[in-house]
């Protein structure tokens, strides 16, 4: 069974320029998340969906972050612009369900924003 | 403020010793804690919970203790091995509505 895809790996952009990142769950896994890990820190959840729906984005910086989940499978998290703060690994997580506790994570994308 | 704390940034311990990991909350409402495992350029990996109806919760050399009054968990790893060093995060969350993880702590085990 394949894990988690995320893409790219590895991001470097300058300040104020756009960013995406894209993540593919585990196939039939209805509930996706995003988080940011910041150095030494733990994952911080900015948006959880259950299928194509936000079902938590009380932690998204709404003015410059963005999500979608269109067709309740893959995602897309968004950055414009970048700022030199937002440098970090994003992951992306998936679970069966919304009542399932256990979640399963993508490697990441490391983001450096100069 | 932290809801999770894991106050030991590093630890180092001797292969076939028993490693201890801890972990402490707040949120009296975090009623499902579990421990993730992380190497280098990966994303985390689930290892062992345990729901707070339970004071243990054993998966072969991996044990997980909770002390719901104390507000207190800690991961026992027995006995420990080199392939299992890597940075080990308690994350909690409230009947699946709210998953907080703590700051992790990077064990390391000598041959």
């Known amino acids: 069974e394949a894990g988690v895809v995320q893409s790219p790996r590895y991001k470097i952009i300058e300040k104020k320029q756009p960013v995406a990142f894209w993540c593919n769950p585990i196939?039939?896994?209805?509930?996706l998340y995003w988080y940011r890990q910041n150095l030494g820190q733990g994952p911080e959840l900015l948006i959880r969906?259950?299928?194509?729906?936000?079902?938590?984005d009380s932690q998204l910086p709404k003015d410059r972050f963005s999500a979608e989940r269109l067709k309740g499978v893959d995602s897309t998290l968004k950055i414009q612009p970048a700022e030199l703060g937002d440098s970090a690994v994003y992951l992306c997580?998936?679970?069966?369900?919304?009542?399932?506790?256990?979640?399963?994570f993508g490697p990441g994308t490391r983001l450096t924003v100069l | 403020d932290q809801q999770v704390k894991q106050n030991s940034p590093s630890l180092s311990v001797q292969e076939g010793r028993i490693s201890i990991l801890n972990c402490d909350y707040t949120?009296?409402?975090?009623?499902?804690f579990l421990w993730y495992k992380k190497y280098p350029a990966e994303g985390p990996t689930f290892l062992i919970s345990?729901?707070?109806?339970?004071d243990k919760n054993e998966d072969g050399r991996f044990t997980v203790f909770l002390n719901k009054s104390a507000k207190h968990l800690s991961l026992h790893i027995v006995p420990s091995q080199p392939g299992d060093s890597a940075v080990y995060f308690c994350?909690?969350?409230?009947?699946?509505?709210?998953?907080?993880f703590g700051p992790g702590t990077r064990l390391s085990v000598l041959p």
């Open positions: 997580a998936s679970s069966p369900t919304l009542d399932t506790d256990t979640q399963y």
């Open positions: 196939s039939g896994h209805n509930t």
């Open positions: 969906y259950e299928n194509e729906e936000a079902v938590d």
């Open positions: 949120n009296s409402m975090f009623d499902y």
């Open positions: 345990i729901s707070s109806i339970k």
């Open positions: 994350a909690a969350s409230d009947y699946g509505q709210n998953f907080v």
